[in-house]
């Protein structure tokens, strides 16, 4: 399989995987605040790196932020439909391309475009395992995010 297209088919599971812990979140009784915080860290997260990606500041977007389930809503439905046009546009020859810009910090970085999209697939892989940890200590049934699951 050529490279983009591994590329691409983490970014389907990425969006199939927000999906499922979102539809999770949105069901719980009792709501997780440690899940949804972790959640939206994964969306904002997914933001920031899409807009630098786009060549735009994100020096103001927040990366952790205390927000409610709606506002999640929106940014997965956001983040799949600029996600959605970033591949459309990719070639993979600007896989290579190196992408200048600032942490919240105000420092400077550079990456490929490359090692920045697959950060951000096992960033938010990560992050759902986490989610998944703080649900299973609350006696709820963990939701299988995993690749292999999505892939069948």
Known sequence: MILIETIQKMYEHLIWANQRIL???????????EGSRL????LFSEKVWITRL???DS???P???DVDIEVCTELVMQNEESITIFFTNLAETD???IISYKNSSDKEFKNSVRDI??????HGQYHRGQINSRLRANGIEPVNVDFITFMR
């Open 95 to 97: 896989l290579e391309k």
């Open 59 to 61: 020096s103001r977007l």
């Open 54 to 56: 786009q060549g735009m």
């Open 23 to 33: 539809e999770t979140l949105q069901s719980l009784k009792i709501k997780n605040q």
């Open 63 to 65: 990366i952790w932020s």
């Open 117 to 122: 999209l697959t950060h951000v697939a096992l």
């Open 39 to 42: 959640f939206s860290h994964i």
